[in-house]
């Protein structure tokens, strides 16, 4: 399995989660304070865990290109680590 997050400023949360909407059936969002620049910010961690068997990681980069330029930002980050997990 794997887990990936991308990392973006809590603007336009309707259409970040339209995005996601038109790709994924399953995700969490998660809110917080982040620091960009020294600056701190509203910050929104986007989580899909992927039994890696599809384009996951392509498609989150095309959802991170559009919330970059939809929102007018430096930069959005995505991670992508391997995981143990288990539905119970």
């Not at 899909?48 to 290109?65: F, H, Q």
């Amino acid at each position: 399995m794997e887990n990936f997050r991308l990392y973006t400023q809590d603007i336009n949360r309707d259409f970040i989660q339209s995005l996601l909407d038109n790709h994924f059936d399953s995700y969490s969002l998660f809110t917080g304070f982040g620091i960009w620049h020294g600056a701190e910010e509203l910050s929104l961690c986007v989580e899909v865990i992927s039994d890696g068997m599809d384009d996951t990681m392509s498609k989150l980069e095309s959802i991170a290109a559009a919330i970059k330029r939809g929102n007018n930002q430096e930069a959005v980050l995505v991670t992508r680590h391997l995981i143990n997990s288990q539905l119970l």
